[in-house]
DNA sequence: ATTCCACTGGAAAGCGCGGTAG
DNA sequence: CTACCGCGCTTTCCAGTGGAAT
């Protein structure tokens, strides 16, 4: 990084390989929005969600919608879309924002209600600049609230994931804000949610002030992800997927309820392995090594990405499994051998009670299995702790951790 | 039907850190 | 500088829980 200002690609051979596989890599990221007639078989939720949005076009306030679907059926992809083109369609005389949040990266009220300012901020227009952390609730709010009367009739506010944030009542303030006379300004709120029971379990004041219409996306058929991903093979050279690859990573992706996204990323991966392995075609070998990688991947970034604690409380399950015939553990068991890994590698030991959190955490996660069960008069209520993944593997990947160094060598 | 027990899990509160405002 | 805020991680407290033994 310290030279080399010229402009232009140079031709390094190191560096040029990767283009005999792909032309537009861009083209197979995560988030990318296609254009309208790129996007497969969800035109009846199109042109649905757009009625609802209608009123955001002309200056007035759109509908609130609730979308349901299972991960990659499209949800995000569609309203991302819809917003783009409300912004199109709008007159002169209009403005519209629009703003997508991950409630997955902003889990709390505070969070999102600040990345909303901050998204629809311009600093050269409103002169207000947005701190990304540090203040009160309410003055983010405030901040918020300034911004939108200062800029825009009407906003469209994507809120994706919805289900992973812990609290409720930022929808509702959303909604109110309007008719509080608080702003000018109307809000339109698409909520998406992979859980359908996410309305059930509003707050019933949350669920009345937010007023909605539901939403509901159907999987993509085997047909619908082949064309999904032969709309995308311009991010390949031209003639280097062999035939079977679309249809094989369709069934992979298949299996999984229909996921898109799954879909788009096998295929992604297959292109890395075989520009890894210098092929000049991209093959049905490939595309099944790309599944796997992608399983091991997830798993080794679900462990390694979870504090030393989490990896300890992990370790201590896998360490019993491998050590006895039995495959489940009462909670007291995993955290006798927990305490002896803590002693051992000079780690503070948790409370019993935040480390039965710390394994319903792996749980959720699917790493871990929790089975209750009630062994009567002298018993009491215990839990059962199984590992799913396999501990060798589970061990291994913990055993990487710098921390976790001096248990190896037990 | 009742008792019994060892653990479960919700709630509240504390601590330290990284941040803003004045 | 002080006051304040959010947030992740943690502890402390304690009212359940529910099947087997009586």
Known sequence: ???????????????????????????????????????VGRDEEISKLAKRLNGAVHGYSPENVMIYGKTGAGKSLVSRHLCQRAKNAAGDDVDIGTAYIDCAEDTT????VSSLAMKLNDEGVTDIAVPHTGLSTSKYYKLLWRILDMRFDSVIVILDEIDLM?????????????????????????????KVQYIDQLNERVKSSFQHKELFFKPYDANQLREIMHNRTDAFQ????????????????????????????????????ASESDADTVREAHVRQAQQHAEKDRFRELVSGSPTQAKTAL?????????????????????????????HVELDILSVRRFRDLLKEQAFLGIVEIEKINKGSAGGIHLQNRLIEDAHIVRETILEDTRMQEWSTE
């Open 1 to 39: 990084m310290t030279s080399d200002s010229s402009s232009g690609p140079i031709d390094d051979p190191l560096f040029t390989s990767g283009h005999r596989i792909f032309k537009n890599k861009d083209l197979l990221k995560i988030g990318h929005v296609p254009e309208a007639d790129r996007i």
């Open 109 to 112: 009220e505070t969070q999102v």
């Open 166 to 194: 812990d609290e409720d009542s930022l929808l509702m303030k959303l909604s109110r804000a309007e008719e509080a006379g608080k702003i000018t300004c109307s809000i339109g709120i698409i909520a998406i949610s992979n």
């Open 238 to 273: 031209d003639d280097v997927l062999t035939d079977d690859v679309i249809p094989l990573a369709a069934a992979f992706a298949a299996q999984e309820h229909g996921d898109a996204r799954k879909a788009i990323d096998i295929l992604r991966h297959a292109g890395e392995v």
């Open 315 to 343: 370790l201590a399950l896998t360490e019993l499994s491998l050590n006895s015939a039995e495959d489940s553990f009462l909670t007291s068991q995993v955290y006798d051998q927990y305490e002896r890994i803590c002693a």
